[in-house]
T-cell receptor, first 113, second 114 residues
Framework: DGGITQSPKYLFRKEGQNVTLSCEQN?????MYWYRQDPGQGLRLIYY???????QKGDIAEGYSVSREKKESFPLTVTSAQKNPTAFYLC????????????FGEGSRLTVL | AQSVAQPEDQVNVAEGNPLTVKCTYS??????LFWYVQYPNRGLQFLLK??????LVKGSYGFEAEFNKSQTSFHLKKPSALVSDSALYFC????????????FGQGTTLQVKP
């Protein structure tokens, strides 16, 4: 079945450590996105990529980094510079930019101890 | 700047009754509007979208939404609620004309009681 796979589902991190969240899709979609979800705040865009080897900052990119070396993969690194990293992270993809319909993975919950 | 608002944090409805989850938007140009549903600790699932055409859009699981340009609203509706419809619902609007980025509302928790 085609879809988006995020791993790990749950991740615990000590303060000062970088962590990388994996996002892989086999939908052959060009565009990929990372959103952060906090209770009562909806989803906020961290980074997005419309094509391989290109990505742009979203609304809350500080303390995060991404890469897009392959069409299928869009990993997100949460760095130690992110002051409040505990959140639910959602990866999504879309065929292109015309219709905007996003397909989401199951999410990764990061907790900083 | 594009924005979307969901004025209710929570909606409570009895099973079998009709339900409405409200959404209003602010965009420049033609709006591209979406509804998603999220179950606990899961990703978002697409329900329906409005791009152009008929103001009443039908989607998954018996949901529909009515686009009202004069009121800048895109309310989600279902004629008869099920307990299994209890979840978190998000309205979203596309940010620009050449981007797939979506701006999401804060979300509305729907509670359907037996």
């Amino acid at each position: 079945d085609g879809g988006i796979t995020q791993s790990p589902k749950y991740l615990f991190r000590k303060e000062g450590q970088n962590v990388t969240l994996s996002c892989e899709q086999n939908l052959n979609h060009d565009a990929m996105y990372w959103y952060r979800q906090d209770p009562g705040q909806g989803l906020r865009l961290i980074y997005y990529s419309q094509i391989v080897n290109d990505f742009q900052k979203g609304d809350i990119a500080e303390g995060y980094s991404v890469s897009r070396e392959k069409k299928e993969s869009f990993p997100l690194t949460v760095t130690s510079a992110q002051k409040n990293p505990t959140a639910f992270y959602l990866c999504a993809s879309s065929i292109g930019t015309e219709t905007g319909e996003l397909f989401f993975g199951e999410g990764s919950r990061l907790t900083v101890l | 700047a594009q924005s979307v608002a969901q004025p209710e944090d929570q909606v409570n409805v009895a099973e079998g009754n009709p339900l409405t989850v409200k959404c209003t938007y602010s965009v420049s140009g033609n709006p591209y509007l979406f509804w998603y549903v999220q179950y606990p600790n899961r990703g978002l699932q697409f329900l329906l979208k409005y791009i152009t055409g008929d103001n009443l859009v039908k989607g998954s699981y018996g949901f529909e939404a009515e686009f009202n340009k004069s009121q800048t609203s895109f309310h989600l509706k279902k004629p008869s609620a099920l307990v299994s419809d209890s979840a978190l619902y998000f309205c979203a609007v596309r940010e620009g004309s050449n981007t797939g980025k979506l701006i999401f509302g804060q979300g509305t928790t729907l509670q359907v009681k037996p």
